[in-house]
């Protein structure tokens, strides 16, 4: 009973990425095909490089000859691969390669990950435009349009900085593209790239503002200028 136990856990464990068990069918495998790729790795990392299809077979629900047809069609379709090489000694041996499988699972994630980030962006940007022709009270032309987009794509303004941007203008009750266009372009300069940056950047904007406005005499002038946070929500 003993040996039993310790012969089970002498058979190991293989180490498979878990992304390859959510994304198989994105790679077209079925279910018996991953099976038979998981029994390949496990005979490659017990040192069996070249499995036969009747140890395959053994482990699986399928034949023989149904393991064989199965493998040829996972080579034909650049799963895996048989590399040929020799011994120290001259002998010529044959080995399981399942680096294609590794390499199209990694496509597949870097594709996915693309995909969603140009997902993400499209609705950061819609969004953008939306926030743009609420504040404006109209749509936009087409030389904004293509503005707004050059501030993305060619400046690399993230949406949120635009955003706050737009803001600053509304509360400097200047409320155009050339003056957007000018915050942003002073932001960059002075290395703002997030809304806590831009925050400190207009505290200190106002500051300054407020100690350089000139002194009055007449009592019912406001002694300083009221600072707005226009980045609070």
Same mark, same amino acid.
Request: with cysteine; net charge negative.
């Given at each position: @009973?003993?040996?039993?136990?310790?012969? =089970?856990?002498?058979?190991?464990?293989?180490?498979?990425?878990?992304?390859?068990?959510?994304?198989?069918?994105?790679?077209?495998?079925?279910?018996?095909?991953?099976?038979?790729?998981?029994?390949?790795?496990?005979?490659?990392?017990?040192?069996?490089?070249?499995?036969?299809?009747?140890?395959?077979?053994?482990?699986?629900?399928?034949?023989?000859? +149904?393991?064989?047809? @199965?493998?040829?069609?996972?080579?034909?379709?650049?799963?895996?691969?048989?590399?040929?090489?020799?011994?120290?000694?001259?002998?010529?041996?044959?080995?399981?390669?399942?680096?294609?499988? !590794?390499?199209?699972?990694?496509?597949?994630?870097?594709?996915?990950?693309?995909?969603?980030?140009?997902?993400?962006?499209?609705?950061?940007?819609?969004?953008?435009?939306?926030?743009? &022709?609420? +504040?404006?009270?109209?749509?936009?032309?087409?030389?904004?349009?293509?503005?707004?987009?050059? =501030? @993305?794509?060619?400046?690399?303004? &993230?949406?949120?900085?635009?955003?706050?941007?737009?803001?600053?203008?509304?509360?400097?009750?200047?409320?155009?593209?050339?003056?957007?266009?000018?915050?942003?372009?002073? =932001?960059?300069?002075?290395?703002?790239?997030?809304?806590?940056?831009?925050?400190?950047?207009?505290?200190?904007?106002?500051?300054?503002?407020?100690?350089?406005?000139?002194?009055?005499?007449?009592?019912?002038?406001?002694?300083?200028?009221?600072?707005?946070? !226009?980045?609070?929500?």
């Amino acid at each position: @009973m003993k040996s039993n136990i310790l012969s =089970w856990l002498q058979e190991g464990n293989i180490t498979i990425p878990a992304v390859l068990l959510s994304e198989y069918k994105n790679l077209n495998l079925n279910e018996f095909e991953l099976v038979l790729l998981l029994n390949i790795i496990a005979f490659l990392e017990k040192g069996n490089e070249f499995p036969t299809p009747e140890e395959l077979s053994s482990r699986m629900t399928i034949s023989i000859s +149904e393991c064989n047809e @199965m493998l040829r069609k996972l080579i034909q379709r650049g799963y895996i691969e048989i590399i040929d090489g020799h011994t120290n000694d001259g002998i010529r041996f044959e080995k399981y390669s399942v680096q294609a499988l !590794w390499e199209r699972l990694i496509d597949l994630f870097l594709m996915n990950n693309k995909t969603n980030r140009e997902i993400s962006k499209q609705a950061d940007e819609t969004d953008l435009y939306t926030c743009f &022709e609420k +504040e404006f009270g109209r749509p936009l032309s087409p030389f904004e349009c293509e503005t707004l987009a050059m =501030w @993305m794509d060619d400046d690399h303004h &993230e949406s949120v900085i635009i955003k706050a941007a737009l803001k600053e203008a509304v509360m400097s009750g200047k409320l155009n593209f050339r003056y957007i266009d000018r915050i942003l372009f002073e =932001w960059k300069k002075n290395g703002i790239k997030t809304i806590e940056q831009a925050k400190t950047h207009g505290q200190k904007f106002r500051q300054k503002q407020t100690n350089n406005r000139p002194v009055k005499d007449e009592p019912n002038q406001a002694s300083s200028v009221p600072f707005y946070n !226009w980045l609070e929500q």
